[in-house]
């Protein structure tokens, strides 16, 4: 089969095949082997036949490249942008959003009857534990009419996925799997006293340096070093060298930290002293950095331009907005030779590389230090190999002898592809909870609630543990002699299944029940002011609605309050220290939010919702600054920090304005409210928070 001049693998074609019969699919394929193809196809022919047709990814900074990707292929005029702080073309037939929005638009029953299909890219997202209800609301709430193209990393029980997609949708949702990578990869060991060596030379290595023929024992790696011989640890400089001879470059290089990103980039600079690109390359970068310099000002300073004039490059999340751009750009135009990059550069963004290479293999997850799971992992290493490029991608592991007994194990695992199985993390918002009490009665809202996938595991799960309970009743009845044992796990695996059955229900009630408390629904789960309040809001929903309601946002001028929102949807990046000191007024304006941060209102919803709401009162100054018309240089001038916060600035400035835009809807019927928050919401859409990135 062919499209756009290409011959497709067998599994797009497959994919392709049920869509053009009307059927959804979910497609299971390695990063890097072009699952993008079959939504690009679906794209394309809903637009032919003049239909709408729906883009959603997990983060904006996807959904921003899959707009400048379709609007390459299609035309402004057809392509939209909407995520919540940035909305172009809200009604194109060809929609790119993030799914937090299409889940939004659910919610308020907006027209889908002109919708053909809905792309959900990143579909395996639905087991985070913070946003991944969104992914199943989205699935339960779509009309039945509409095709859905889930597209997914690879996961072990992808046929259950399927299984309750279909049940969800009411028609057949089609696996199509595919587990061959277009371009294979190659693992190696990177360590500075052996050079780079695949994983079995590594392993006699090893054994060789210890002066044994087994592995190391892992308590070995506690010993410490013998008095006068200080630890020789692998570099990413290291790295380099062993890279650039072996003829794997291009390389991103993935860390774990902003700090290490920028730090190691600098480092290989003053190491290297030389190009890394041809002559020809070297004209081409000069060219294109001579044009930025005018169009970033002082974002682009010296010394980053002959960072990126070298073919060293950096990028992470709170990377400047333009400067993030401007990487992407220099690097799929192949003159960026070394990246080194935080695990935002693996989500989703086609940019591949020869090589790959990993810094370490344990990552702080939230709660504590954990190995990568092998989805997360290949996330990475998939970026290895070019298809039409490369035979082989490289995969290469920075590591010491060592570390040979921790890092092992996981290595094989990866090699291996155990991947983990997607898992519900379902628990339906506050804002979710109203709306649904708005539009369903509850026999309705039972039914959508037990629609879930977390819901469905657990009858699943009960049926199972109820027939193993029969057997064991069973059993003892035929031998006409009671066995006790079986007997009593008969019972426990009745009360566990009695109290599986029906929990995602009791959830929701439970947060009715908590709204009836607090006031927000009165005894008849009529809506109160709370409750009204609260089906606009999806941001820190509780405390922001209980804000609003003490009438402390009223008593702000238009600056102040820009800054609350900023300092209630952001939080400033460990290490980062403002360079100003809080003025009186401040102080006690923070102290009256701290005591509703603190009221047991907040701290009860914090509790059925097992996630904490925040507020940085350090961010309320620098938010105010922004909204006074400061640049974003200036802005940067109020926090010290030892990596570039540029972009976290400006994705809490999007943030704050979004939840803005949420107050905005509260108030939409008292004009001079309503007036207040649409003339701040122009007033910080400026420079680097217009931009598109």
């Known amino acids: 089969m062919q499209y756009r001049g290409l011959t497709l693998d067998p599994f797009q074609a497959e994919a392709i095949g049920h869509l053009q019969r ?40 996807l959904s921003n490249q899959k707009y400048r990707d379709y609007v390459r292929m299609y035309g402004e005029d057809k392509v939209g942008l909407v995520t919540g702080d940035l909305v172009i073309h809200r009604d194109a037939p060809c929609r790119v959003m993030t799914t937090e929005i299409l889940r939004n638009m659910l919610l308020a029953e907006e027209s889908f009857d002109n919708l053909a299909a809905v792309i959900l890219d990143e579909v395996h997202f639905l087991d985070d534990r913070e946003r991944g209800t969104c992914w199943e609301e989205v699935l339960i709430y779509l009309p039945p009419t509409v095709q859905t193209v889930g597209l997914s990393a690879t996961i072990a029980n992808l046929q259950d996925f399927a299984d309750w997609m279909t049940s969800v949708r009411g028609h057949k949702v089609n696996v199509v799997l595919e587990e061959k990578r277009a371009v294979p990869l190659d693992f190696f060991y990177a360590c500075r006293d052996t050079g780079l060596m695949d994983p079995a030379a590594f392993k006699k290595a090893v054994a060789r340096k210890r002066g044994r023929n087994e592995e190391p024992h892992p308590r070995d790696r506690d010993r410490a070093p013998r008095r006068g011989r200080p630890v020789r640890r692998t570099r990413d400089t290291h790295c380099f060298h062993m890279m650039e001879q072996n003829g794997m470059m291009p390389y991103l290089y993935f860390v774990f930290s902003r700090k290490d990103a920028e730090l190691y980039a600098r480092s290989l600079y003053e190491e290297v002293e030389r190009s890394l690109l041809s002559p020809e390359q070297q004209e081409r970068a000069n060219a294109r950095l001579r044009q930025a310099v005018t169009e970033l000002g002082a974002a682009l300073d010296p010394e980053l331009r002959a960072l990126y004039a070298r073919g060293i490059a950096f990028h992470h999340a709170g990377l400047h907005v333009q400067l993030k751009a401007l990487v992407e750009e220099l690097y799929e135009a192949k003159l960026i030779q070394v990246l080194y ?25 939230g709660r504590n230090v954990a190995p990568l799971s092998t989805r997360q992992f290949m996330q990475k290493a998939g970026r290895a190999g070019r298809r039409g490029m490369d035979e082989v991608g490289h995969v290469v592991i920075r590591a010491d002898i060592d570390d040979y007994a921790e890092t092992a194990p996981l290595v094989e695992m990866y090699r291996q ?6 898992r519900s993390s379902f628990s339906l918002s506050w804002n979710s909870v109203v709306n649904l009490l708005a539009t369903h009665d509850e026999r309705q809202i039972r039914a959508i609630v037990e629609k879930s996938f977390l819901s469905w595991h657990l009858s699943r799960s009960v049926e199972q543990q109820l027939q193993r309970a029969d057997a064991l009743e ?20 009745r009360r566990r299944a009695e109290r599986d059955e029906g929990r995602v229900w009791e959830q929701f009630q439970s947060k009715v029940g908590f709204l009836q408390r607090i006031g927000y629904l009165d005894e008849k789960q009529g809506f109160n002011a709370g409750a009204r309040v609260l089906q606009n809001l999806q941001i820190a929903e509780i405390f922001t609605t209980e804000l609003f309601l003490a009438g402390l946002l009223d008593e702000l001028d238009t600056p102040t309050l820009f800054g609350v929102l900023c300092a209630i949807v952001a939080d400033l990046p460990r290490g980062a220290q403002p360079n100003f000191r809080p003025t009186k007024e401040d102080r006690e304006l923070v102290r009256k939010i701290i005591g509703h941060l603190g009221s047991a209102v907040v701290k009860g919803a914090d509790e059925h919702s097992e996630v904490e709401t925040t507020f940085c009162p350090d961010l309320l100054p620098i938010g105010r600054a922004w909204a006074e018309g400061k640049s974003l240089n200036e802005v940067l001038f109020m926090v010290a920090h030892v990596t570039d916060l540029s972009g976290d600035l400006v994705s809490c400035f999007r943030r704050a304005k979004d939840l803005a835009g949420q107050l905005k809807e509260v108030v939409r019927d008292v004009s001079e409210l309503r007036e207040r928050y649409t003339s701040m919401m122009k007033l910080v859409t400026r420079d680097e928070v217009e931009v598109v990135g």
């Not at 592809?417 to 997607?422: Q, R």
């Not at 035929?478 to 079986?486: A, H, L, P, S, V």
């Open 22 to 61: 009307g059927e959804s699919v979910l497609v299971s394929a390695p990063t890097g082997t072009g699952k993008t193809i079959i939504a690009d196809w679906i794209v394309e022919e809903a637009l032919r036949a003049g239909k709408q047709v729906i883009y959603t990814a997990p983060i904006k900074a």
């Open 341 to 365: 990059c935080t695990s935002t550069f693996a989500l989703g963004i086609n940019m591949p590389a020869r090589s790959v290479v990993f810094d370490g293999l344990m990552k702080f997850n």
């Open 417 to 422: 592809g155990k991947y983990e199985s997607v």
């Open 474 to 493: 069973q059993d003892p009845g035929e031998k006409k002699r009671g066995n006790g044992r079986d007997l009593k796990e008969a019972r426990r695996l």
